[in-house]
C-alpha cells in the first residue's frame, strides 16, 4: 500500500469525526454529509469509478459535464443531473442514491463536496478535484443563492423522506461584500468549512489516481485541460469527437440546456435552471473588494494552505499533476 495512502488511514477517522463536527454546525442543506462516507463503507467503490470532488461553485458541474461528454462520446443527450448524483447531499434520501447508481452499468461518476480524508478512499477510483479562488466561489455563492426559487422548499418537501429533506438556503444580503466578510469570518459560512476541503486535497495531489484541475485552466484552455483529463481516467479520444464534446461543454450550450445539468432539479432554481449558471467566470470581485479585505483573504489563505497551494488556488500555477 502506498505512503500516501497509508496516511489517509492513519488519520482518517479522527479527521473525519472533526470536519463532520464542524459541517454539523455551518452546513443550511441538512445531515447528508455522511452520504458518501457511509454509502463507502458498506457499497464497494466498483473499478474505475471516478469521483469528481469540489467546493461549492468551484466549477463542479462543468467538470462534471466534461467528463460525462469524455465517457459518452459527445452524446448531448445525457443528463448528468440524472445520472451523477451528489451521493453526500441529504437530497434525495440516501436509499434512492443507492439504487440509481447500483443499476447503472456504465461507468460512474459520482459528486462529493467532502474533503479527501472524510472519504472512504479506494486505490481502484479515479479522482479528480477541481480547485477555484475562494473569491471568486463567494462570489458565486452569493449568486447562486439569489438562484434560488421562491418557491423552492415548498416544490421539494413533498414526498421527501424526513432523512432526505434538503433545507433551501435563504436569499443573500443585497451586499456582497457583506457576503464575503460572513463566508471568510465564518469559514464557509452558510455552507461548509472552505479550507479543510482545500487543504486535503491538495495533499495527496501526487497520489496516481488523484488530479487537480482549476476552474481557471478550464475555463481558458478547455481543449487542453479536456485532453488531460481524458488521457487520466484512461478515455481514448477520436479525432472526429473532439468539436462535438466541446461545444456540449460551453457555458451558453449549458446554461440554455440547463435542465440536463443543475443540481436538485429545476425546481429549486429560477429560470427553468437557467439562473444557476450565472456568468461563468474569474475575477468578478476584483474592483470592489476592498484591498484590505483582499489583503486579509491572501493572508489567510497562506496561512491555511501554505504558500504554494494558495498561488494554486489562486490561478491554478505550480501544481505537478500539469505534467501527467
Known amino acids: 500500500m502506498c505512503v500516501w495512502h497509508c496516511s489517509i488511514a492513519s488519520r482518517s477517522w479522527d479527521a473525519r469525526q472533526r470536519y463532520l463536527r464542524l459541517l454539523w454546525r455551518s452546513c ?3 445531515r447528508g454529509y455522511l452520504g458518501l462516507f457511509l454509502v463507502y463503507a458498506t457499497k464497494p467503490y466498483r473499478d474505475g469509478d471516478i469521483v469528481i470532488a469540489s467546493y461549492a461553485k468551484a466549477g463542479t458541474t462543468f467538470l462534471q459535464q466534461v467528463v460525462a461528454q469524455l465517457l459518452f462520446a459527445g452524446d448531448e443527450a445525457v ?46 477510483a479515479k479522482y479528480i478535484y477541481i480547485g477555484r479562488d ?46 464575503f466578510n ?37 475555463l481558458e484552455n478547455l481543449p487542453g485541460e479536456a485532453q488531460r483529463i481524458a488521457d487520466f481516467i484512461g478515455t481514448p479520444i477520436e479525432e472526429s469527437q473532439w468539436d462535438r464534446i466541446l461545444s456540449h461543454c460551453a457555458f451558453d450550450y449549458m446554461k440554455e440546456n440547463a ?56 490561478s491554478g500555477e505550480c501544481h505537478p499533476s500539469r505534467q501527467r
Open 28 to 30: 443550511v442543506w441538512g
Open 182 to 218: 460572513d463566508w471568510l469570518e465564518k469559514n464557509g459560512h452558510p455552507f461548509w468549512p472552505f479550507w479543510e476541503g482545500v487543504r486535503s486535497w491538495w495533499a495527496i495531489r501526487n497520489a496516481p489516481n488523484v488530479l487537480l484541475v482549476h476552474f481557471s485552466d478550464l
Open 134 to 179: 475562494g473569491r471568486d466561489i463567494a462570489w458565486s455563492l452569493h449568486a447562486h443563492q439569489a438562484a434560488v426559487s421562491q418557491n423552492a422548499q415548498a416544490l421539494l418537501d413533498p414526498g421527501a423522506n424526513p432523512s432526505g429533506r434538503l433545507r433551501v438556503v435563504p436569499p443573500p444580503p443585497a451586499s456582497v461584500i457583506e457576503y
Open 79 to 124: 443528463e448528468i443531473s440524472k445520472i451523477s448524483p451528489w451521493l453526500d447531499s441529504v437530497y434525495p434520501d440516501k436509499a434512492t442514491k443507492i439504487k440509481l447508481v447500483e443499476a447503472q452499468s456504465h461507468r460512474r461518476f459520482l459528486k462529493t463536496h467532502l474533503p479527501a480524508d472524510a472519504l472512504v478512499f479506494s486505490e481502484t
Open 259 to 314: 435542465a440536463r445539468y443543475v443540481p436538485q432539479g429545476t425546481g429549486l432554481w429560477k429560470d427553468g435552471g437557467k439562473a444557476f449558471f450565472h456568468q461563468g467566470r474569474n475575477g468578478r470581485w476584483q474592483g470592489l473588494l476592498p484591498a484590505e479585505t483582499n489583503q486579509k483573504y491572501q493572508q489567510l489563505a497562506i496561512d491555511e494552505l501554505g504558500s504554494e497551494c494558495a498561488r494554486w488556488l489562486a
